[in-house]
């Protein structure tokens, strides 16, 4: 079987597949270099609304980085392959379009920072969620230190000093999955939210990722001063004078 990442553009929105099915969708240093390789490319892309990133089959989104590769490490090269990884993350966070996760299965370790790192995660109800680096003798790095800020330091402590799995009806009342849906459901709920994000503000939608991506580092007071000068220089783009002029046409009619 094919182990690749698969890429199809639907219009404005991108669908990046993790195709390592027979292995759970486990990232080793091909598939990193792959994802990072269509990350890099799509943040230059011309008329890009959206990512959809998700894993092939019903088995896993991402069962984590993969264990033999992992095994044969030493510390300078864990350090490679870490930051190869983490690169990976901080690409989609960057990426100036939304990106959804569209969860199936198993997210685990590797997986679930991948997920983290996402915008917005839409998961069916028979997805699996867990951090098990404790159990194989290492600490959850990188993207984990996102978790505190979706599900609360307390699951957090508890999700990586466990290395338990957890359902998505928790995942979901925990705060980490935004949309639970039966696995029938979930690309109907999925194009929900695309349909919605296309339908906003293109350079709205990038400079709310932006500045939101800005938020994460600032105090409250200090980030809510930064944003006055985005608010002004929307208008610049002529985006906020034709929404809004449409908007006030449209109920003018009613």
């Known amino acids: 079987m094919t182990e690749e990442v698969r890429r199809k553009d639907r219009g404005g929105v991108t669908w ?12 080793n240093s091909p598939m990193i270099a792959a994802l990072n390789g269509h990350l890099k490319d799509l943040s230059g892309q011309a008329g890009l609304r959206a990512v959809v990133l998700t894993g092939a089959g019903d088995r896993a989104f991402v069962g984590g980085a993969d264990i033999g590769e992992m095994a044969a490490l030493d510390e300078a090269s864990a350090s490679d392959f870490i930051t190869r990884l983490h690169g990976v993350m901080t690409a989609v966070r960057d990426l100036p379009v939304p ?27 028979r997805a699996k969620f867990g951090m098990p680096e ?11 230190t996102l978790l505190p800020g979706l599900i609360g330091w307390g699951r957090c402590r508890w999700l990586l000093m466990t290395g338990e799995v957890i359902d998505a009806p928790t995942a979901h009342a925990w705060g980490f999955v935004e949309f639970m849906t039966a696995p029938g459901d979930l690309d109907g709920t999925l194009d929900e939210t695309l349909a ?8 709205a939608v990038a400079t709310q990722k932006k500045i939101m991506r800005s938020w994460e580092a600032m105090a409250p007071d200090d980030a809510a001063e930064a944003t006055i000068p985005v608010f002004a220089g929307s208008f610049r783009t002529g985006e906020p004078q034709a929404m809004l002029g449409a908007f006030v046409k449209s109920k003018q009619k009613k």
Request: charged share 20%; aromatic share 2%.
């Open 134 to 144: 404790a159990r194989v003798g290492l600490p959850s790095v990188i993207e984990a």
């Open 99 to 125: 990106v959804i996760a569209r969860i199936d299965g198993y997210c685990l370790g590797g997986g679930m920072e991948l997920a983290a790192a996402c915008d917005i995660r839409i998961s069916s109800d």
């Open 196 to 203: 919605a994000i296309t339908a906003a503000g293109p350079h």
């Open 16 to 27: 990046l597949t993790v195709a390592r099915e027979a292995k759970l969708n486990v990232l």
